[in-house]
Every structure is written in structure tokens, then in C-alpha cells.
């Protein structure tokens, strides 16, 4: 009995000291562990100043990073900006770090402007004559800001609506993709491909295409219905 008692004691003595230096193995852990670097969650983003609103920043981020008030468009009755100056821009307040006009900035400023000016007319201060004109942008400007990426669109929906007319070809007449581009068939499916792509970009496209055709045939439409229960003369009989 005795010795079984010495063998309980020594073996619950032994897990008491394991549990204890593994406790102190975790304690030691913890200290020797380097504090976590703060998420970018954590500390409200990775970038500062004038960076931290974006590239389409709202009017009351540029407002609060300009120290300016800010109202909603529907409440702003009257155009005020700092950088407006003698009905122009200062483009030299659009100068970015390196020295460089960002004229990205510059086109959200004067859309604002438009808009408000839409809205609001009597905000427009007509004793001030303006001398701003969209031509000081420069051109390169406009072609990345708008037409790149529509012409990316166009591209991608060109080939994609190419590939699968060729492919349906293959399909049925089993005309490969290389006899078909040597053909003139093909080659002239494949220009309407082009104009059909470029001609319709939106579906807003596809109504102007039908008001055209309308507007086309309102005339004649017109002129049929004012015969209408009524004999024509190339009707009569001699």
C-alpha cells in the first residue's frame, strides 16, 4: 500500500514540475516575441496627406485635406475654390510632389464645378469673365483618362465575339481559322465584327440605332396613315 502511494505522489509530483516548465517555457516565449507591426486597418490606411483621399476622392476629403468647409453638391449654391482664380485655374496649386501639374485633379475640379454651375445657374458670377478652356489640357491627358480604356473595351469584345464566330464556323463547316482569314468572306465578317464593335458600345447604342430608324420611316409611316379608309387615285378604276 505504501508503495503504491510513493508511486501517486511521485508521478503526480512529476507532472506538476512538466506543467511548470512548460509554463515557463511559454512565458519565456511570449517575451522573447516581437511585437506585432500595426495593420494598415489599424493605423487608417498606408498613406498620408493628399495620397490618402485617391484618385476619385470625395468633395469632403479634398475639403478636409485642404481645410476647407465642405458642402454636398445639392447644398452648394455657390461655387467657391481656392485654386480658382480670375476665372481660371491655378494650375500651379495642382503641382504634385514631383513638380508636375496633375491635370487628373484638374478635370475633377472643373467637373464640380460644371456641376454646381448645372444646378445652380445664379451661382455663376457673370462679371467675371472665364478664361479657362478644356484645350489647356493637354491631349495625352484625355486619351488615357477616356479614350484607353474605351478602346481596351472595343478590343477585348472584338476579339471575343471573333473567336467565337470562328469557332462556331469551325464548328459546323469545318473551315479552320486560318482558311477562313484567307477568304474574302471571312475577312469581311470580320470588318463588320470591327464596325459592329465600334458602332455599339452600350445599349443606350442599340436606342439611338432604333430612334435613327424610326425617324427614318416617320414620314413615310405619316403619309401612309393619311391614306388610311381613304382611295387612292392610282386606285381607281378607268
Not at 52 to 64: N, P, Q, R, S, V
Not at 66 to 92: I, L
Not at 173 to 180: G, Y
Request: negative net charge; hydrophobic residues 45%; glycine residues 8%.
Amino acid at each position: 500500500m505504501n508503495a503504491l502511494m510513493n508511486k501517486s505522489s511521485f508521478a503526480v509530483a512529476r507532472t506538476v514540475v512538466a506543467r511548470k516548465a512548460q509554463t515557463v517555457r511559454c512565458v519565456a516565449a511570449d517575451a522573447a516575441a516581437p511585437k506585432r507591426k500595426p495593420s494598415p486597418l489599424d493605423t487608417g490606411g498606408t498613406l498620408s496627406g493628399a495620397k490618402a483621399a485617391g484618385k476619385d476622392a470625395g468633395g469632403k476629403a479634398l475639403a478636409d485635406l485642404n481645410g476647407e468647409f465642405y458642402a454636398p453638391v445639392a447644398g452648394a449654391t455657390v461655387f467657391s475654390d481656392t485654386r480658382w482664380k480670375e476665372g481660371c485655374w491655378d494650375f500651379e496649386m495642382f503641382k504634385g510632389d514631383d513638380g508636375e501639374v496633375n491635370w487628373n485633379s484638374v478635370i475633377d475640379a472643373e467637373v464640380r464645378r460644371r456641376k454646381i454651375l448645372e444646378d445652380f445657374p445664379e451661382a455663376c458670377d457673370d462679371k467675371v469673365p472665364v478664361t479657362f478652356d478644356l484645350a489647356m489640357v493637354p491631349w495625352k491627358v484625355w486619351v488615357t483618362r477616356f479614350h484607353l480604356p474605351e478602346a481596351e473595351k472595343a478590343n477585348g469584345r472584338a476579339a471575343m465575339i471573333g473567336f467565337i464566330a470562328a469557332y462556331l464556323v469551325d464548328l459546323v463547316f469545318h473551315i479552320s481559322i486560318v482558311d477562313q482569314m484567307n477568304s474574302f468572306v471571312g475577312k469581311a465578317l470580320l470588318f463588320a465584327t470591327l464596325v459592329g464593335t465600334l458602332a455599339i458600345r452600350r445599349n443606350e447604342d442599340l436606342e439611338m440605332f432604333q430612334g435613327l430608324a424610326d425617324e427614318a420611316t416617320f414620314y413615310d409611316r405619316q403619309w401612309q396613315a393619311s391614306w388610311d379608309g381613304v382611295e387612292r387615285p392610282s386606285e381607281k378604276k378607268d
